[in-house]
């Protein structure tokens, strides 16, 4: 086993030389890789069994849990307690248990969002450093990593970066720039530890080591946002329940103001006032970025396994895992806050019967198998600590953002559309605004297949290539017949035998570069009101609309992609549809479409849906098979057709439509718990959100599973 340990260290040496710095982007900040140092990456490893394993974790929790808790159940509370309180800085991102074909001693995880710098110092005595230099530094670092890993039994080094007296930045903890270190219990997970080398209750920080610190934590304030002089919350270990107490502190802190301790020495903590100063003036002359978390997908380790993160709304549930593990017998558990009900091998993955009994996150299952015992580990939220997770994470976005909730009450759903109606509405043809040919073009060109049939206010005529122009809200046909433009009122072309209508000069086109400027049905040149979306008000112009029937209007939708999950797409293709049988009979007000308009539906996503007409049937070769299989499919709540928003990305919850809209007759559209987040909402962030319903669908949700997550009590109905 070690001598493969050995090999895979050698191998990872040159690889972590080489990609180290520019993982951790922090320009103009030279950092001495763990490869350069000489970091023994065996030291992480072990060979050691799960079982041998868990037991040594639990002699090292119960070792220092004198200095943390009382006992193993307080600590519990205080982890529920922190989860509760801030999760947006507690709950890990990724999680593993192995490297390669290796074990770790201790598991290692990454949190995206830093929002704190904890300042220690080393408290040795480095009077040799002075003579000996670099050498004796890397040798210091060695040692460092060596207590860490071994003596106090953390598997690693705890601090992110070390700093030496000549102002030489060391990399610390492996694996990737936001692994979590282990530096400042119960506030590790947002935190980046930087620690200086020496003791400064005795000694005073050199010249060179300050400026190397005023550079590492500028460049980290930057690259996470951090304002040095900012107030965040901090824990530290208290008496009673929950044996933890929240205190108030700067970003830029000491490991004093986290812990009970005199870490980082009077000396360097004195100097702190001065060091926010110029972090501050450095960050104020340089521009900042917005902070974007990496997009990674969750991945299958080998050895012990990181499932992502999985929910419920019941007690016990089954959840499938994406496992390929052959002869699998039994699943057991040490954690006694789950219970293992069944475990069987279906359809080449592992389907798992669990009961959680309390407390939320990382859970580690063994599976008996035909090659042995394997390990997994899966993050299983707690259907109880939605509710409370996702409050918390609202109260901290709207302290953020200075925002309220809305204050309207607003019925929004005007006229109930019943299951009888919608068998009308969807054979009834459909009138969609095409927004920019009518805002940004004066001018068309048209073509057919085959000849135009062209129909005026009174006149019809055939052409191959007619021409329309528009002016001052008046619609003007020119064709090779006429000596002048004919000026109309009303005009339709379609083909003559029911093929593609096209306008030869639109320059739409798709990210691939497929001209999107063919249409179904006809399309019609009238005077309209529309909005306008720079000044949000109605105007009456010459406008163009596509009128097709609900079908081909559905085929010609492009709000999902090829490349998302066939179970997601046909969701999103059905809340698409349902949309636009919301709005289909013009009773329900839509704030896009003013009151008697001839058109239902708008091609522009800002107003209403991505439809890009018959153009769709080019770019996509999964969008006609799934709305086959969802054609007589509806959503319906208590007999009617609900309102069902959705939209890209949230902020780590979605939002109610009362809080946000006002609405007063739209239960189902709650607030939820969505940790595939982007750094802020992308959208409104009512109902639905597309990147973790994108998540859910990969982890083996079904469309109904994850419909009922987001829109509580609607029913699936089918049409006949």
Not at 267 to 286: C, G, M, T, W
């Amino acid at each position: 086993m070690y001598k493969k340990i050995v090999i895979v260290m050698f191998l990872l040496a040159g690889f972590t030389s080489f990609v180290s710095a520019a993982w951790w982007n922090l320009p103009g900040v030279t950092i001495i890789t763990r490869a350069q140092w000489w970091a023994d990456e065996t030291l992480r490893y072990t060979d050691k069994s799960k079982t041998e394993r868990d037991a040594l974790r639990q002699q090292q929790k119960d070792t220092e849990s004198n200095s943390l808790v009382q006992n193993e159940s307080q600590g519990q509370i205080a982890t529920d307690y922190l989860i509760a309180t801030t999760p947006s800085e507690q709950l890990v991102d990724q999680y593993r248990e192995s490297f390669g074909d290796n074990f770790l001693k201790w598991p290692e995880s990454i949190h995206f969002h830093k929002t704190k710098i904890i300042i220690h110092h080393t408290a040795d005595d480095n009077t040799a450093l002075m003579t000996w230099w670099k050498d004796a530094a890397i040798i210091e670092m060695q040692n460092i990593y060596k207590y860490h890993a071994l003596t106090r039994g953390w598997g690693d080094i705890g601090y992110n970066f070390v700093i030496d007296p000549f102002g030489n930045i060391y990399e610390g903890r492996a694996w990737w720039p936001w692994v979590v270190g282990a530096h400042v219990a119960w506030n590790n997970t947002p935190t980046v530890g930087i620690s200086m080398m020496w003791n400064f209750n005795v000694n005073v920080p050199t010249d060179a080591a300050l400026k190397a610190l005023v550079k590492l934590t500028t460049a980290l304030a930057k690259k996470y946002r951090i304002n040095p002089k900012a107030t965040t919350t901090y824990f530290k270990v208290d008496d009673t329940t929950p044996y933890l107490k929240a205190y108030t502190n700067y970003t830029l802190a000491g490991h004093q103001d986290a812990w009970v301790t005199s870490c980082p020495g009077a000396n360097l903590y004195a100097l702190f006032p001065e060091i926010r100063d110029q972090v501050s003036e450095n960050l104020s002359k340089i521009a900042l970025v917005v902070y974007k978390k990496p997009v990674i997908a969750p991945k299958i380790e080998r050895g012990s396994i990181v499932a992502g993160r999985y929910y419920s709304d019941t007690i016990t549930d089954t959840f499938t895992l994406p496992i390929r593990w052959t002869g699998i017998q039994s699943c057991t558990t040490s954690d006694d806050t789950i219970a293992i009900g069944s475990c069987s091998s279906n359809d080449n993955k592992l389907s798992i019967s669990l009961t959680k009994k309390w407390i939320s996150g990382l859970k580690t299952i063994s599976v008996v198998t035909s090659e042995g015992t394997k390990t997994f580990s899966m993050n299983l939220i707690r259907q109880e600590d939605f509710a409370t997770i996702a409050n918390k994470l609202k109260q901290e976005y709207a302290t953020r953002k200075s925002i309220t909730p809305s204050s309207q009450s607003i019925t929004k759903i005007t006229s109930k559309i019943t299951l009888s109606d919608l068998k009308t509405l969807v054979d009834t043809p459909l009138n969609i605004l095409l927004y920019e040919l009518s805002t940004s073009y004066s001018r068309y060109e048209i073509s057919c297949d085959g000849w135009c049939t062209i129909q005026t206010d009174e006149t019809g005529y055939t052409d191959t290539n007619p021409i329309i122009e528009t002016s001052n809200g008046f619609v003007y046909l020119t064709l090779p017949t006429f000596e002048n433009a004919l000026a109309v009122t009303h005009l339709e072309i379609s083909s003559v035998d029911g093929g593609l209508v096209r306008v030869n000069n639109y320059l739409r086109k798709s990210y691939g570069g497929t001209q999107w400027n063919t249409f179904r049905g006809s399309l019609i040149w009238k005077k309209e009101s529309i909005k306008n979306l720079a000044t949000s008000e109605f105007v009456d112009q010459a406008v163009v609309i596509n009128k097709t029937s609900f079908d081909n209007y559905m085929k010609g939708i492009a709000e999902t992609s090829d490349t998302e999950n066939r179970e997601k797409q046909k969701l999103v293709l059905l809340l698409a549809k349902m949309y636009t049988l919301f709005y289909i009979n013009g009773q329900n007000t839509h704030p896009s479409i003013p009151a008697g308009a001839s058109y239902q539906a708008i091609d522009n996503p800002d107003m209403f849906q991505k439809y890009v007409w018959a153009g769709r049937e080019k770019t996509s070769t999964m969008s006609a098979g799934l709305l086959a299989d969802i054609k007589n499919t509806v959503i319906m709540y208590n007999g009617y057709v609900p309102i069902l928003p959705y939209f890209s990305c949230s902020a780590g919850f979605t939002r109610s439509a009362k809080e946000k809209r006002g609405w007063n007759d739209t239960p189902y559209l709650q607030s939820k718990l969505d940790f595939a987040a982007c750094f802020d909402f992308n959208w409104h962030g009512v109902g639905l959100s597309g990147k973790w319903a994108q998540y859910l669908a990969e982890k083996w949700w079904t469309l109904e599973q994850i419909l009922q997550y987001y829109y509580p009590g609607v029913d699936l109905e089918i049409i006949n």
